[in-house]
């Protein structure tokens, strides 16, 4: 099982990102879908997570309203769009996949994760 993450960046507060998360060796279509992040220094924390088609969502209360999180099943994909980025955003982000339907905010109900995006948000 592989996870990658891709579209993270260097982006100036207020600014958009949207992050990718391509996966293989997994029937995606089965697994929920979570965004964690690690700040320096800091423990990694829930952002966002959704089930098998989206249809239930979940999302971090310092994120709610500017994160969206989806997923394209096609394209073994799930994606994280940030709007109105924060400099307090700046983090490694990483996706994770969860063999369950429901929006997971637990690290321990994943079981596979990726290696991580940088996203720096500068004021």
């Known amino acids: 099982v592989q996870l990658v993450e891709s579209g993270g960046g260097l982006v100036i507060a207020g600014d958009s990102l949207r992050l990718s998360c391509v996966a293989s060796?997994?029937?995606?279509?089965?697994?929920?879908m979570g965004w964690f992040r690690q700040a320096p220094g800091k423990e990694r924390e829930f952002v966002a997570a959704?089930?098998?088609?989206?249809?239930?969502?979940g999302y971090a209360d310092s994120v709610k309203g500017r994160f969206t999180i989806s997923r394209d099943n096609a394209k073994n994909t799930v994606y994280l769009q940030m709007t109105s980025l924060k400099v307090e955003d700046t983090a490694v982000y990483f996706c994770?996949?969860?063999?369950?339907?429901?929006?997971?905010?637990?690290?321990?109900?994943?079981?596979?994760w990726g290696q991580g995006t940088q996203v720096s948000v500068s004021s």
């Open positions: 994770a996949a969860a063999s369950g339907n429901y929006h997971y905010t637990r690290q321990s109900d994943y079981n596979y």
């Open positions: 060796g997994l029937h995606f279509g089965l697994y929920a």
């Open positions: 959704c089930n098998w088609n989206a249809g239930t969502t």
